[in-house]
């Protein structure tokens, strides 16, 4: 029984997000994911080092901000040629941008590795111990499972601030992925059941952490390997240069027929990672 509860939930959230994910609206997010690449591009500077795996996490933090909140969050915009924000009071900040900035803080700091939370390192070799041991880090201050605790409580908080913000809002603007849920929320009695402000909070997350993350890796692995291999270099940015000037974007059609190496080299790069392993 309570697994049907569980399944028809799913089937109900399911034709709810189903809308967003057809072709022709992703193919129409192009226009308004252009300009966060194009600020990201202006992040390089000739002979600068720069981590690309922080820069390209910045990318689609930015791009799926904008898709899931309907928010810029700002963190590819030049800081050296943007004029500083006005003094705020602590509390008068944005929502939006406290949120994002703990988020990134939380994604690129409190990483899940031997300088990560001890619980979670443990729990990967003894998982009985791990619930304990968490619980018993959390009473530690300073601990790295104690900074993640209150990492995810004050993101927990924002994104709750967020999300009733967005639904007072009598026009909520473009369809993006929190609009959409808040939209079905009103709809009906029974939605609004199982739609409640919590559940929509953290679907949102969600959709923000898994994608940015995992994209964010995708393109830094793929930067990583073609830089590996200089006549894939080679054959990989005339096709690139060809398709015209840099001020034109593409279209999802010339995405998916003119660019049939980048296609190739795209999908090789999974099966590289196989290999090496």
């Not at 997000?17 to 992703?26: A, F, K, M, N, T």
């Not at 004029?83 to 900040?93: D, M, T």
């Not at 007072?168 to 603007?173: F, I, N, S, T």
């Not at 840099?246 to 010339?254: E, F, G, I, T, Y």
Request: charged fraction near 20%; aromatic fraction near 8%; charge should be negative.
């Amino acid at each position: 029984m309570l697994r049907a509860r569980r399944d028809a939930r799913w089937q109900s959230m399911r034709n709810v997000i189903l809308s967003i994910y057809q072709p022709s609206h992703v193919a129409s997010l192009i226009p308004a994911i252009q300009p966060y690449v194009e600020r990201a591009g202006r992040l390089l500077h000739p002979g600068e080092e720069i981590t690309f795996s922080d820069l390209s996490l910045k990318l689609f933090n930015d791009t799926i901000g904008q898709v899931a909140f309907g928010v810029d969050f700002g963190l590819t915009k030049d800081t050296a040629t943007s004029p500083p924000p006005p003094q705020q009071h602590a509390k008068s900040v944005d929502p939006a941008t406290d949120f994002i900035r703990k988020h990134f803080h939380a994604t690129t700091s409190l990483k899940m590795d031997l300088s990560g939370p001890l619980s979670i390192v443990l729990g990967q070799f003894v998982p009985f111990l791990q619930e304990p041991v968490r619980q018993l880090m959390l009473r530690v201050p300073g601990s790295a499972d104690r900074r993640l605790e209150e990492a995810n409580s004050d993101m927990s908080g924002l994104l709750d601030e967020i999300v009733a913000e967005r639904a007072a809002q009598a026009d909520r603007g473009q369809k993006n992925f929190l609009s959409v849920l808040l939209n079905a929320r009103e709809s009906t009695g029974a939605m609004k059941k199982l739609l409640t402000p919590g559940y929509v909070s953290a679907l949102t997350y969600e959709h923000l952490l898994a994608g940015s993350v995992t994209m964010s890796f995708t393109l830094s692995s793929l930067v990583y390997l073609v830089a590996m291999h200089p006549e894939v270099e080679e054959k990989l940015l005339p096709e690139i240069d060809a398709f015209g000037p840099k001020d034109v974007v593409p279209s999802s059609d010339d995405l998916q027929t003119k660019f049939p190496y980048v296609e190739q080299v795209s999908l090789l790069r999974c099966f590289s990672f196989l290999k090496a392993l």
